[in-house]
């Protein structure tokens, strides 16, 4: 009798503390929802949907709890933004306020015990963003492949997101001659703004600041250029938010503005950017170390905003994300584990790499057969960009890699 009771007691017990895990809690704009932190729940988690890209209002209050840890996650379970916010010590009181420029797509929302319990308050509103290309977790225009085609003489309205944090945008010349160009945003305090040729060729850029009264950018320029297809690219430099941009023909053939004739520009270095099919077997990455061009099967890899560089072991780092897509390799980051993940779809037989940062091998499965290869340098992460060895990396993905 004695053990039956006690075996009551341990199922009791565990769903007692089975009670304590929190399910995922909806949140809808515009509610405000009361929760505690306490012993037996140090951690809250809600979820909501943002059906547009747009601004998501945090507003966070509570009572006699000291801190509070706040992080927010896409989709894929990566995190994306985090804040602690501390109380008032005199009115022991937190009351914190967060805009967050998000993408349309699912995200949860997790609050924790930092220092002290006790009661708090959470409310989200959402603004629409009306961006003229309404971009989501999983469908945008960050690459030139993704670019998102404009017409002259139009508004277009955009969004620099935290998970989204560049656009591309393409548009053609049928003549050559001038353009005027304006872009205004408010509360974004820098952007980079360039644009290239249809070889990946930065052909113009600027980087405009606001008004640190107004808070806003109001910027314009004119720009020459010859007959062609151009990317526009807009990238974060300080802050997320809403712009507005238009591309203007002005008719002006000598303007006073800037000339970026294309065919004027280009030099006989800038002619590889295909090399001579003849000098590239498939598979084969050429490294131009005089400037740390990177050429896959003969086409030159873009970066947009960041660039390889070589590291402390003298090996040749490069952002992953760029090369390995421009290999066809679908890319994923574990953020809790600090791991990349490369691998293909729908390819037999599969590969896939798993490397950790700062470890020195990689863990490369072929075919469903795993082994470790290890290198005499890392992984790193540099101004939160993922660098991979390129070598290391290439080669284990079955290609070679060449210098000159």
Known sequence: ??????????????????????????????????????????????????????????????????????????ESGQEIWSDMPWWNSTSKQISFSKDLELTAG?????????????????????DDSNES???????????????????????YTGQLAVNDEIDNYMFTLDSSGGFDFSYTAENIEAVNLKIYNEKGQEI???????NSTSKQISYQNDVTLS?????????????????????????NQNNNGDDYDDDSNLTEDDDDYYYDDDSFQENTIKVRTSDLSIFINGEKVYFPDARPFIDSADRTQVPVRFVTET???????????????????????????????????????????????????????????????????????GYNVEWE
């Not at 895990?21 to 951690?43: H, L």
């Not at 297809?229 to 023909?249: A, R």
């Not at 037999?348 to 091998?361: F, M, V």
């Open 227 to 251: 007959s062609g297809t151009y990317y526009f690219i807009v990238s974060v430099y300080s802050g997320y938010g809403t712009y507005e941009f238009d591309l203007s023909i002005d008719g």
């Open 133 to 155: 290309f309404s971009e989501s977790q999983s469908d945008n225009n960050n690459s030139f492949k993704r670019a998102s085609l404009i017409d002259l003489d139009e508004n």
């Open 1 to 74: 009798m004695k053990k039956f009771i006690s075996f009551i007691l341990c199922i009791s017990m565990l769903c007692g503390l089975c009670c304590v895990v929190q399910a995922k809690q909806e949140i809808d704009f515009g509610v405000t929802v009361t929760d505690t932190i306490s012993e037996n729940n140090t951690e809250n988690k809600y979820s909501f949907d943002v059906t547009y890209s747009g601004k998501v209002s945090l507003d966070f209050t509570a009572e006699n709890i000291e801190a509070v840890n706040l992080q927010l996650y896409d």
């Open 106 to 126: 699912s995200y949860s929302l997790v609050v924790s015990e930092r220092s002290g319990r006790g009661t708090y308050d959470i409310e989200l509103n959402f």
């Open 327 to 397: 290999m066809g390799y679908e890319v994923d980051w574990h953020d809790r584990e600090k791991i990349v993940e490369i691998y293909t779809l729908g390819v037999l037989p599969s590969t896939k790499l798993y490397i950790k940062i700062n470890e020195n091998y990689i863990t490369r499965y072929y075919d469903g057969n795993g082994n470790r290869i290890y290198m005499d340098t890392t992984s790193q992460i540099v101004d939160d960009r993922t660098y991979i060895p390129l070598r290391y990396v290439a080669e284990a993905l």
């Open 204 to 210: 113009w850029g600027d980087s405009p600041w606001w």
